[in-house]
């Protein structure tokens, strides 16, 4: 079974400070991608990668950036918090290069912003 | 464009039938369905195509109109184990990014 291991289950930060939040994978999945989940609105992806060092933003960049330095690791950085971006972030992966194979979600790590 | 999800919640009994549709205003190539548990991460249900194929996971399944751009998921004969929130994420295009529609949340109770 493929495995999406997010580093921290709760955080909470202060307004201001940048913010790290890690992904790994262990099926060697080419796409890796990150959402943010609030009741009433779903899954909004911020941003996604088809590759080492690859990036595409998503439907919702604004305030976030990311790296993805090794095929298994992507990372989502907040530069600077702000209390608005508390929320739910999920990470996934998928196989394959724009095929239509399932998303394989990790457990999520709800940040708090103060 | 969000797909629109409907109903938003449904509480059901045990054994009883519900039905779940998410709709789009523009035409799809893929609709994948996944489900949330409360505290756990989605899962992947099931994909469906453009071509209104219906597919089956045990006694859930799913069709996809491709005239009227909505799909629909059923589930019959309702377990607990059924609870949660479930999403649609729809495809314009092949490989495309998923946009996920708002959810709804189901709940049986014995």
């Known amino acids: 079974d493929v495995k999406v291991t997010q580093s921290s289950r709760y955080l909470v930060k202060r307004t201001g400070e940048k913010v790290f939040l890690e992904c790994v994978q262990d099926?060697?999945?080419?796409?890796m991608f990150w959402y943010r989940q609030d009741p009433g609105l779903g899954l909004r992806l911020i941003y996604f990668?088809?590759?080492?060092?690859?990036?595409e933003k998503g439907d919702i960049p604004e305030g976030y950036s990311v790296s993805r330095e090794k095929k298994e690791r992507f990372s989502l950085i907040l530069e600077s918090a702000s209390t608005n971006q508390t929320s739910m972030y999920l990470c996934?992966?998928?196989?394959?290069?724009?095929?239509?194979?399932?998303?394989?979600f990790g457990n999520g790590t709800r940040l708090t912003v103060t | 464009q969000q797909p629109v999800q409907s109903p938003q919640a449904v509480i059901l009994r045990e054994g009883e039938d519900a039905v779940i549709n998410c709709s789009s205003s523009?035409?799809?190539?893929?609709v994948h369905w996944y489900r949330q548990k409360h505290g756990e991460a989605p899962v992947f249900l099931m994909i469906?195509?453009?071509?209104?194929e219906q597919k089956g996971h045990e006694k859930i399944s799913a069709s996809f109109n491709e005239k009227k751009q909505q799909s629909s998921l059923y589930l019959t004969a309702s377990q607990l184990s059924y609870s949660g929130t479930y999403f649609c994420?729809?495809?314009?295009?092949?490989?495309?990014?998923?946009?996920f529609g708002a959810g709804t949340i189901l709940r049986v109770k014995s």
């Open positions: 469906l195509l453009k071509g209104g």
């Open positions: 523009k035409a799809l190539y893929s």
């Open positions: 099926m060697d999945h080419e796409n």
């Open positions: 994420g729809t495809a314009m295009e092949y490989g495309n990014k998923l946009v």
């Open positions: 996934a992966s998928k196989l394959g290069d724009r095929d239509n194979s399932p998303l394989h």
């Open positions: 990668s088809y590759d080492v060092k690859m990036k």
